[in-house]
Structure formats: structure tokens, C-alpha cells
């Protein structure tokens, strides 16, 4: 069983729609949380990173982590066609090394 | 933000070759780095942590005589995938912790191709 598992997709919205992203991770010890976006053959780039339970807001961007049910999402409001991309949840504890979900494809169509 | 460069860009070799793949952080110092492989359509996988001053350490699976780390400085890391092969083709992406938080930030990744 992976650590971090995340829905497959992919993920297929018109322009100024809402995107959700989720995931799930079953190692305890996770602490932070991150979201990065991926465009193809490009390295991921940062979008969020959180380290407790609740929200986090940065422009069209909310993250939501729920500790209890080890549930992680993330929101874009507005979607733009340059939204267009693959997503990462990632997770780590102390060591540094982050598990990342599978990856799902986001397509916002203009 | 952290600025994590990569060099090679795509790579192309022959069957038995060895290739060397640099890893850079440019505004910041990093003690340890982080080497991925991404297939197609797939997620990263971590293949090994690189320390400074230190051996690096493999994840289970990964060869260390196929894939050799060396973190010379507190700004460098090498991958050097050693004879490679056809199966060894893949996205090879490192990555560096930074800030109070030790946020990851990634290279743009090398593209490597064994014909």
C-alpha cells in the first residue's frame, strides 16, 4: 500500500470552474503537507505547504488538511486554462522525505 | 523562492555509457539533497538522499554502484548513472530543502535517454 494515495483523475473543468484535488496518507508520523504542480517535462513547483489541520488560503489556492481522517485537498477557484497542469500531494514527517500521491491531471478548457 | 538548477537538460547516450547529471542550488546552501526518477505518466520515486560531506543513502531497490552520489559541496550535487541501459531512460529530478520550514524546492529535471 502506498503512503499517500490520490485520485487518479484526470481531471477535465471549463475555464472559471472550481478544481478539487484530493489525497490520502496512512503514515501517522506525517506532519506537513504539500501540493506542488507539475507541467510537462518541467520539475514540480511548490504551491502550498501546511503543517496542520484546517485551511490555507494564497490567492485562488486553498489547501485543507484533516489530521483525523488523514485527508488532504486542494482547492482552485477561478480555473484558468494555464491551471492546466498535473498535481502532487506530497507528504513528510521529520525526515525530509516526501511521498508523493500518484498525480492527477488538471485540463481547464477556455 | 529557492532556485534549484539541473544540467543536463536532456541527455542522450549510448548503451554502457556513464552520465553525469548536476544538481545546484543557487541562492542557498544545501547539506542534503534529494534524487528522483519519474517515468511517464507516473509519480517521483526517491531513489536516494544526498548528504554533504557524507556517503548518501539509497532507497531499498535502488543500486548504488549503478547510480553514484556525491554531494562536493554545500551547493552541488552529482548523479552519475554508471553503464547505463535502455531501462535506465527516465525523468531524473533532485530537489533541496530550504528555509526554517526545509520547504523542498525541485530542479527542472534531466531527461535521459539510453539508446
Known amino acids: 500500500q502506498k503512503e499517500v494515495e490520490q485520485d487518479p483523475g484526470p481531471l477535465s473543468v471549463p475555464e472559471g470552474a472550481i478544481v478539487s484535488l484530493n489525497c490520502t496518507y496512512s503514515?501517522?508520523?506525517?506532519?506537513?503537507f504539500m501540493w506542488y504542480r507539475q507541467y510537462s517535462r518541467k520539475g514540480p513547483e511548490l504551491l502550498m505547504y501546511t503543517y496542520s489541520s484546517g485551511n490555507k488560503e494564497d490567492g485562488r489556492f486553498t489547501a485543507q488538511v484533516d489530521k483525523s481522517s488523514k485527508y488532504i485537498s486542494l482547492f482552485i477557484r477561478d480555473s484558468q486554462p494555464s491551471d492546466s497542469a498535473t498535481y502532487l500531494c506530497?507528504?513528510?514527517?521529520?525526515?525530509?522525505?516526501?511521498?508523493f500521491g500518484a498525480g492527477t491531471t488538471v485540463t481547464v478548457r477556455a | 523562492g529557492a532556485v534549484v538548477s539541473q544540467h543536463p537538460s536532456w541527455v542522450i547516450c549510448k548503451s554502457g555509457t556513464s552520465v553525469k547529471i548536476e544538481c545546484r542550488s543557487l541562492d542557498f546552501q544545501a547539506t542534503t539533497m534529494f534524487w528522483y526518477r519519474q517515468f511517464p505518466k507516473q509519480s517521483l520515486m526517491l531513489m536516494a538522499t544526498?548528504?554533504?560531506?557524507?556517503?548518501?543513502?539509497?532507497e531499498q531497490g535502488v543500486e548504488k554502484d549503478k547510480f553514484l552520489i556525491n554531494h562536493a559541496s554545500l551547493t552541488l550535487s552529482t548523479l552519475t548513472v554508471t553503464s547505463a541501459h535502455p531501462e535506465d531512460s527516465s525523468f531524473y529530478i533532485c530537489?533541496?530543502?530550504?528555509?526554517?520550514?526545509?520547504?523542498?524546492?525541485f530542479g527542472p529535471g534531466t531527461r535521459l535517454t539510453v539508446l
Open positions: 544526498s548528504n554533504e560531506g557524507s556517503k548518501a543513502t539509497y
Open positions: 506530497a507528504s513528510t514527517s521529520n525526515d525530509y522525505k516526501l511521498s
Open positions: 530537489s533541496a530543502p530550504q528555509g526554517y520550514t526545509d520547504t523542498q524546492y
Open positions: 503514515n501517522s508520523a506525517f506532519q506537513y
